[in-house]
């Protein structure tokens, strides 16, 4: 059983900044990516940044100078940090981590049950 925990969602103000953490507990052998996606009303699921395991981070263009993410490895916890906030990055952001439960399985993608950021202007 794998579970992830989101927090620091909430409202911010247009030019606000906000901070992102999510945790993944249970039985986990490795990680091979985490990150964070994010959904608004109407639109496509859209990635905001990734930490594949052994590769470079990867960051959505419109956020790459405003967002930054970062990798606890010792405990299993990715940030997004989200700077100059603007009301098109208003969304559900969901945790996203590719996690091999054992040695011999292959690995799996585990979705966060997201939360919510909301920007006002």
């Known amino acids: 059983q794998v579970q992830l925990v989101e927090s620091g969602g909430g409202l911010v103000q247009a030019g606000g900044s906000l901070r992102l953490s999510c945790a993944a507990s249970?039985?986990?052998?490795?990680?091979?990516?985490m990150g964070w996606f994010r959904q608004a009303p109407g639109k496509q699921r859209e990635l905001v940044a990734l930490?594949?395991?052994?590769?470079?981070?990867n960051n959505a263009d419109s956020v790459k100078v405003r967002f930054t993410i970062s990798r606890d490895i010792a405990k299993n916890i990715v940030g997004l940090q989200m700077n100059s906030l603007k009301p098109d990055d208003a969304a559900v952001y969901y945790c996203?981590?590719?996690?091999?439960?054992?040695?011999?399985?292959?690995?799996?993608?585990?979705w966060g049950q997201g939360t919510q950021v909301t920007v006002s202007s």
């Open positions: 930490i594949p395991s052994g590769g470079k981070t």
């Open positions: 249970g039985i986990i052998f490795g990680i091979d990516a």
């Open positions: 996203y981590v590719v996690i091999s439960t054992n040695r011999l399985s292959s690995p799996g993608a585990y």
